[in-house]
């Protein structure tokens, strides 16, 4: 994340996703991430910035947006 230091035991993500049978075809039609983030005190504001502006920048988002909705959310905390 930009200015925001992201080490592995302070992010995560949890992904799910529906499948349905559209015109006896199966497709992904939803996905859902859900991030848990960790930040250094002052930083919240910082990191809530680049999870809204994350889709933008996602090659993933970009090919697939309008044929799949996506759903970003994201819990921040502060360190202590």
Do not use: F
């Not at 075809?25 to 680049?50: M, N, Q």
């Amino acid at each position: 994340m930009r200015d925001v230091p992201a080490p592995p035991d302070r992010i995560g993500a949890a992904v799910e996703g529906d499948i349905e049978a559209i015109d006896n075809v199966l497709r992904i039609t939803r996905i859902r991430v859900s991030y848990a983030l960790t930040v250094p005190p002052g930083k919240r504001a910082t990191a809530e910035r680049a999870v809204a502006v994350h889709p933008s920048g996602c090659p993933a988002w970009n090919t697939v947006q309008g044929c799949i909705d996506i759903d970003i959310k994201a819990d921040i905390s502060e360190a202590p």
